[in-house]
T-cell receptor, first 114, second 114 residues
Framework: AQSVTQLGSHVSVSEGALVLLRCNYS??????LFWYVQYPNQGLQLLLK??????LVKGINGFEAEFKKSETSFHLTKPSAHMSDAAEYFC????????????FGTGTRLTVIP | ETGVTQSPTHLIKTRGQQVTLRCSSQ?????VSWYQQALGQGPQFIFQ???????GRGNFPPRFSGLQFPNYSSELNVNALELDDSALYLC?????????????FGPGTRLLVL
């Protein structure tokens, strides 16, 4: 069955520092992977998605993620953190069969220190 | 283009009551999914509707039920509310069928059961 694991429920970085949020997936078929961001009291906004076209995926707001099959990972990075990046980030994998629903990780809260 | 909208934004109910949450999908999207996000957790899939039929269901009891209307808007109904039903309920719309299709989320309805 498909699932994702996000390592680190809380990550703190200084403004201007590298952001690295970790996600590992489990899937018996080639996965479709997503990163969403959730700002306080809001819904989820898509940052980027991997659909097998390219292993390095660029998203909005300067974020990118690299799909590594050998490591079953899809880590999210941004070279330089901005105060506005403070939010909850969720990694998700598509269902293998049936409805195109998503299985989410438990999320990583990113804090940016000025 | 209108995004996904949900109503109400907040709701307080007592145990044993029934609740109906509403969702209007993004223009052109005929698939609607509902998710429950408990505090500090990632969203969990409840069910999906496509062309007014249930198209997949997560691990939720039958007291969670739904409807989709010809204009693709949707309702989530929860009967016999329990304290653990307190959560943020998210609706997402998408184009049908392909697992890599992006799901676009609404802002959610926050339900508190006392």
């Amino acid at each position: 069955a498909q699932s994702v694991t996000q390592l680190g429920s809380h990550v703190s970085v200084s403004e201007g520092a590298l952001v690295l949020l970790r996600c590992n997936y489990s899937s018996s078929v080639p996965p479709y992977l997503f990163w969403y961001v959730q700002y306080p009291n809001q819904g989820l906004q898509l940052l980027l998605k991997y659909t097998s076209a390219a292993t390095l995926v660029k998203g909005i707001n300067g974020f990118e993620a690299e799909f590594k099959k050998s490591e079953t990972s899809f880590h999210l990075t941004k070279p330089s953190a901005h105060m506005s990046d403070a939010a909850e980030y969720f990694c998700a994998v598509s269902a293998e069969t049936g409805a195109n629903n998503l299985f989410f990780g438990t999320g990583t809260r990113l804090t940016v220190i000025p | 283009e209108t995004g996904v909208t949900q109503s109400p934004t907040h709701l307080i109910k007592t145990r044993g009551q029934q609740v109906t949450l509403r969702c209007s999908s993004q223009s052109g999207h005929n698939t609607v999914s509902w998710y429950q996000q408990a505090l500090g957790q990632g969203p969990q899939f409840i069910f999906q509707y496509y062309r007014e039929e249930e198209n997949g269901r997560g691990n939720f009891p039958p007291r969670f039920s739904g409807l989709q209307f010809p204009n693709y808007s949707s309702e989530l109904n929860v009967n016999a509310l329990e304290l653990d039903d307190s959560a943020l309920y998210l609706c997402a719309s998408s184009l049908p069928g392909q697992v890599q299709e992006t799901q676009y989320f609404g802002p959610g309805t926050r339900l508190l059961v006392l």
